[in-house]
């Protein structure tokens, strides 16, 4: 019977699966960059290479500019000025 053991990017918890061909993964707050998943393949004459999968950090676009609406970008006490960016 060959068993598969996963290997968890850093910031990566086997939550369920581990020692199947299916596998669920659940990241944490460690996990803040790009790094592999991996997995190999073990039975009672050994352990297959690794194969690994990049993953990807979903990082949130920037921003927009920052417009304003509402006088000039001087400001005195009182003033009151609309600042916004377009939705991402």
């Known amino acids: 019977m ?6 968890p990017p850093t910031g990566g918890t086997v ?3 581990q020692g199947t061909r299916f596998v669920t993964i659940q990241y944490n707050s460690g996990f803040v960059a790009t790094a592999n998943l991996g997995v190999t393949a073990n039975n009672a004459c050994g352990s297959s290479l690794p194969r690994t999968l990049s993953i990807v950090i979903n990082t949130p676009v920037a921003p927009g500019t ?3 609406t509402g ?11 609309t600042y916004s960016i377009a939705a991402v």
Request: hydrophobic share 40%; proline share 4%.
């Open 66 to 68: 920052i417009t304003m």
């Open 2 to 7: 060959q068993l598969h053991t996963w290997i």
């Open 71 to 81: 006088g000039i970008a001087k400001v005195c006490p009182g003033d009151s000025r």
């Open 15 to 17: 939550v369920s699966g």
